[in-house]
């Protein structure tokens, strides 16, 4: 039998999901839950339901595994324990600061419910947390950077949407190519933000706006841009939408270290990745952990996880033999 | 109380876990066991035994995790199962084609002792399969590629020093840079394995050896040499130890795969180590797993594990709270 996937909130994330479990032989899409007005929610599995959010604990035993598409901000940390006292669920709960607290919350709802709640699953949080935690234990004496791109920072282009006279912008955040060069020598340098990312930015201005202005507002803003050498291009609407529609990211986790017993030997482990879709990424890395929270539900396991608690078998549809013959 | 690790075999990898767990501060090497006679065995931690293996059975409640740094050939498929029947123990076992038939043996061995037993731990197999097993599980539709080096090849270093009239020789395995952009591209391209890996071969000839008749028998060697294109250096032994003593490797795993509901997006995932020395590097990929065998004895699992069956968290001496706040 297919494990019966749910998906809660259908914008990028929520489509996502759905063009994944297409991928996987061993899941079906069983009905996606919306806030909306569902006759207005056109998806694109033929085979699944719309149903509205108010409806979803009639299908506590039709859904094997929730996944919850909402945002960081304001849904998840309501949505996912709410929802892990009916279902197994996975999020992508990206708040690092408050991820010791969602998951407490979770933890006691999934623990209530007898669900597996699987959270801060994606690729940051989730695989780059996944290589960052492996590299430390392997090498105990060592330095970690991270840095992200080239991709599209939807936090930095809605800041700069928010400025008077902008119409519409895209940010792309850069790792500067010295800087990697710098971590993957071994030699442990320290990067400050401005060495280590630049920021360019694509702006449609409206009609009669002061581009210098704009310009301005853009590379001095706190936080956003002030600490970081930061690019604008001003574009036409036509240039933005047939050159800059893509939601492109990516990024490296670097551990450098040492070993011997004079520390005499440096080792480098680096994990990259480089994805033309963000959101569909993040949602293959959900479907697999989903596969996770099937099972270990199935095993008698409840309450909250990260992918740190995990053994990596339970994320693939093959079984231990074939893995090992195969992978190992 | 510390982790108590036991080391069998005192050869370059025997002394890597020495160091290591110099770095790890929950473990303490408490015994080398040695088929020489251990009177001639120096080894660089003052607090620790050196014995005979001929007197490993004593040993039991003394140690918590044995060390096997033997050989795959002949050492490990008769030193893993043996062992576990006394000991948590944890291999490096790398014959690939052979691992499921170690699986078994050291699975029931350690079963009847009620012991724990990791193999093939290190990063190839290890690290290298492990993240080949989350890329495959994140993208099931796409491509692997392997590449290896720059580094030195044991097997093929001695694959030369067995030529007559050859003294000495070190061969470096080259990944070549134009076939790893391609695996990078996402275009998913079949590289043969002449596009894939150059071998440079640092070669000391005997006395009035034919330097010519050496190059040629190096460069048409079937299975080792006659699929690449090879160079051979030959050089004084006095260069040889000056330039090429060390153990250097390393090497990329790469998977290019699509999402997307008309698998219109590409991604690529890749992971990649530069290591000063093999063996060190190998060591403490060990000692993490072996921290990782402890505790699951503890928690009185028992039988043969790999990497793909244990959870990130056990390798870490950190606890779950301070891995999520930190790590996460």
């Known amino acids: 039998m297919s494990i ?3 998906i809660l909130g259908y914008g990028n994330l929520g489509r996502g999901v759905e063009c994944a479990v297409k991928q996987n032989a061993d899941m079906e899409l069983t009905a996606v839950f919306t806030r909306r007005n569902p006759e207005t929610v056109n998806i694109l599995t033929k085979t699944a339901s719309v149903c509205s959010v108010s409806d979803i604990a009639d299908w506590k035993d039709k ?8 945002g960081s901000a304001t849904d998840l940390p309501v949505q996912t324990p709410e929802y892990a006292k009916l279902f197994n669920v996975v999020d992508s709960f990206d708040t690092h600061a408050r991820i010791p ?4 919350n979770v933890d006691s709802a999934a623990k209530e419910g007898g669900n597996v709640g699987i959270i801060s699953v994606g690729w940051d949080p989730g695989m780059f947390s996944l290589n960052r935690m492996y590299a430390n234990a392997i090498l105990p004496e060592g330095k970690d950077y991270t840095f992200w791109g080239k991709g599209v920072s939807q936090g930095h282009s809605d800041a700069i949407r928010r400025i008077k006279g902008v119409k519409n912008a895209k940010q792309y955040t850069i790792p500067v190519e010295a800087a990697l060069e710098a971590a993957r020598s071994g030699e442990n340098p320290e990067l400050t933000t401005r060495q280590k990312h630049t920021r360019e930015c694509f702006v449609v201005l409206e009609e009669g706006a002061d581009a210098a202005k704009v310009e301005q507002e853009i590379v001095t803003m706190p936080n ?7 690019t604008v291009h001003f574009i036409s609407e036509e240039e933005l939408l047939a050159n800059h529609s893509g939601i492109p990211h990516g990024g490296f986790v670097l551990r450098s270290g040492v070993t011997g017993w004079e520390k005499e030997n440096k080792h480098v482990i680096e994990y990259s990745l480089k994805l033309d879709s963000n959101p569909e990424f993040t949602s293959s890395v959900i479907l697999a952990y989903a596969r996770a929270a099937y099972r270990l539900a199935k095993e008698g396991q409840s309450g909250c996880k990260t992918v740190f608690d995990i053994a990596p078998a339970y994320l693939s549809a ?11």
Do not use: N, Q
């Open 4 to 6: 019966r996937i749910g």
């Open 63 to 70: 859904i094997d595994v929730l996944i919850l598409c909402g």
């Open 101 to 104: 607290e969602h998951f407490a």
């Open 224 to 230: 956003y841009f002030a600490d970081y050498d930061t």
């Open 318 to 328: 093959k079984s231990g033999e074939e893995l090992r013959a195969r992978l190992l």
